[in-house]
């Protein structure tokens, strides 16, 4: 049975982008032997990382501060499968999300090498070796740079991750009975998308294409949200 480990980068205790994430497991555990555990990080006790650089060193995959992440590092280095969950928070990661990141360091060693275009360090848990699906939302419509900086990010950390990114997203949770079909066509196909991934142990390119494509052209969309607030 396959370890799935889902963190949930929300600080939102009712999260747009874990709604689509819950349906997305919905689809993979149907039929596959998935074991599933979910850790919302807004709830953890996560310091910043401080630059001590000990756990370089002594390398047994932890942190020298005592708080919820070595923990949080036990289960990542156990899960086959690390599912981020996340909006998109200033083009990037939301800062909960960004913490637990930069605090995986304990998986690193000293030793530096070059790999491609950039330079790594040797690991003692490799987390590009894992299966990393990153499913994120913004309540932005659709333009072509809106991911652009994550995309790169999430590439330098994880090589070739499993992405899918969506537009208008906010439709979630505007509560106008006009928009329940469209919310319901959004998780099918996430629902679709972990049926998949069971299958193929990927989403392709053509479902991901179809995550990702707006379910209102721009201006339809631009309108709903400003007046959502009225």
Not at 188 to 209: C, H, L, M, P, Q
Request: glycine share 6%; proline share 5%; aromatic share 10%.
């Amino acid at each position: 049975m396959m370890k799935v480990l889902v963190l949930n980068g929300s600080p939102k205790k009712v999260s747009d982008t874990m709604t689509m994430t819950n349906a997305f497991l919905k689809g993979l555990t149907e039929k596959g032997s998935y074991e599933v555990k979910t850790i919302s990080v807004i709830d953890k006790n996560i310091r910043f990382c401080q630059g001590d650089l000990s756990c370089w060193f002594r390398q047994d995959g932890h942190c020298i501060m005592q708080d919820d992440m070595n923990e949080i590092l036990d289960e990542m280095a156990a899960s086959d499968i690390l599912i981020w969950s996340f909006p998109l928070y200033y083009y990037g990661m939301p800062a909960v999300l960004k913490t637990l990141l930069e605090r995986t360091m304990p998986f690193m060693k000293y030793n530096m090498y070059t790999s491609g275009n950039i330079v790594e360090h040797e690991t003692l848990v490799d987390l590009k070796a894992k299966k990393n699906i990153i499913l994120t939302g913004c309540g932005f419509p659709y333009f072509e740079d809106n991911y652009a900086p994550l995309k790169l990010h999430m590439k330098n950390v994880f090589g070739e991750p499993t992405m899918a990114c969506v537009y208008e997203s906010s439709l979630m949770n505007i509560p106008a009975p006009e928009l329940a079909p469209l919310r319901e066509q959004l998780l099918n196909r996430f629902i679709e998308a972990g049926r998949e991934y069971v299958e193929t142990g990927k989403i392709s390119d053509v479902t991901r294409a179809v995550l990702e494509k707006p379910l209102l052209p721009n201006e339809v969309y631009i309108d709903i949200i400003n007046h959502s607030a009225d």
